[in-house]
């Protein structure tokens, strides 16, 4: 299921990041703090198990999160939502993906990729600011589910809807979160409005 997270500080944020004008320092911050804000909202049906605790006061029932949460960024770019999903969820451990698309056939490489032992047991938050032709995703989903991780959910900040519909295509049992769904692919694969490149906005490769 799509969800698109539309929030006044969100849609403010990501129009910052959108503008071409805008510097590497103040993408990273606003990419940063906008993974915060999503996280939020893409965690609000984690299970919780009771907890019995000692307040000051008395005895109390209170919750703790049933399962661990690992985030897996799909590298370069998803590194720059990790520390903002992090500053919510400190316990959580990071898996690494790396992956990068061909400019010429648009399909996704494979080369690196490294996981935490709990992820069969965990909820794993996929991360990537961009969902283009949604090959990235697709190949990120099956490498975690090949490491058996079975509640998967894909957090994007921009998607488009060709990318949108080949993940709920090929991973129908995957939730997608958007900061916002935009228009289209462009004939080079670019997100349209989008933000261009996100992992060189990042990491001020170009
Ligand atoms: C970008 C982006 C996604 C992918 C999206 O990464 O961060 O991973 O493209 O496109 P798709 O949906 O068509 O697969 P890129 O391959 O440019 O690598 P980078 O993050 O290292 O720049
Ligand atoms: N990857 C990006 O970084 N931007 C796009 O618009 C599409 C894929």
Not at 36 to 59: A, N
Not at 115 to 136: F, H, K, N, R
Not at 194 to 201: P, S, V
């Amino acid at each position: 299921m799509l969800h698109v997270i539309e929030h006044p500080l969100i849609r403010h944020k990501l129009t910052v990041m959108r503008d071409k004008n805008t510097g590497t320092k103040d993408f990273r911050e606003n990419l940063d703090e906008i993974g915060s804000l999503m996280v939020y909202e893409v965690t609000r049906d984690l299970p919780v198990d009771d907890v019995e605790i000692e307040t000051p006061i008395c005895s109390y029932t209170g919750k703790t999160l049933e399962s661990p949460v690992v985030v897996a960024p799909i590298l370069r770019a998803g590194l720059g939502m990790v520390t903002g999903i992090l500053s919510l969820i400190p316990t959580a451990k990071v898996a690494h993906i790396g992956l990068y698309r061909d400019e010429k056939t648009l399909e996704p490489h494979t080369y690196f990729e490294k996981y935490p032992s709990t992820i069969p047991e965990a909820t794993v938050l996929i991360v990537d600011p961009m969902l283009a032709t949604g090959g990235s995703a697709n190949a990120a989903i099956d490498m975690v589910k090949r490491q058996g991780a079975k509640n998967i959910k894909l957090v994007c900040l921009v998607g488009a809807p060709e990318g949108v519909k080949a993940v709920e295509r090929a991973h129908p049992d995957v939730d997608i979160y958007l900061a916002a769904l935009d228009e289209k692919l462009n004939e080079n694969g670019y997100i349209v409005p989008g933000l261009g490149d996100a992992g060189d906005r990042i990491f001020g490769t170009k």
